[in-house]
């Protein structure tokens, strides 16, 4: 698990130090090619889908997998307190583990969310054990309506409630790349 941890962390490394400007790459496209300008990733026919999700908390990275190869690399917020594995309801962290894309809401209190299956059996039986409950609703998601990244100063800050959030242009090469019933594996 170790070594399956620090290849992907190379590797988003590696990807993200390439892709560090997408919104100037994506401009750049569009402006070469303006008849593509209003083609949205979830309209490309030829968008290869991920088969994992590898969320690296501590280097705030999410990596979109297809086997082993790195398709591509978010920078994220997470939850305010994200050392740490979720507990229980209101504690304001991501949880850490394996868990399954339940389903997409192209409808929520964010620009798109993929709900995550948090909790799973272990973490029910952890919080029944403290007397608390485990909480949930746990999703990968875009900005909220009506704010903008710089003014919530993502993604430096971890404004979450235990969420993993994106901009809700990378939100729209996630939506496009992954499917309802993908694993996510949240790492430390």
Not at 54 to 82: I, N, P, T
Not at 87 to 95: L, V
Not at 173 to 180: F, G, H, P, T, Y
């Amino acid at each position: 698990m170790r070594r399956v941890i620090l290849f992907v962390s190379m590797l988003a490394i590696g990807l993200g130090a390439a892709m560090s400007a997408p919104d100037a790459r994506e401009a750049k496209a569009k402006s070469a090619a303006p008849e593509m300008a209003s083609l949205t990733p979830s309209d490309d026919p030829v968008v290869e889908k991920a088969d994992r999700v590898v969320v690296l908390k501590g280097e705030r990275k999410l990596v979109l997998m297809r086997s082993d190869r790195v398709l591509d690399v978010f920078h994220v917020a997470l939850g305010r307190y994200a050392k740490g594995h979720k507990q229980r309801e209101g504690d304001q962290r991501t949880p850490e583990g394996t868990y399954m894309l339940d389903s997409k809401l192209p409808k929520s209190n964010f620009y798109r969310a993929i709900l995550i299956s948090y909790p799973n059996a272990q973490d029910t039986a952890r919080a029944r054990q403290n007397g608390v409950r485990p909480g949930g609703k746990v999703e990968i998601h875009g900005l909220p309506g009506g704010w903008d990244a710089q003014t919530l100063g993502h993604p430096k800050f971890d404004w979450t409630d235990g969420c993993i959030a994106v901009t809700n242009r990378e939100m729209d090469r996630i939506w496009a790349r992954v499917d309802a019933g993908t694993p996510i594996e949240i790492h430390p």
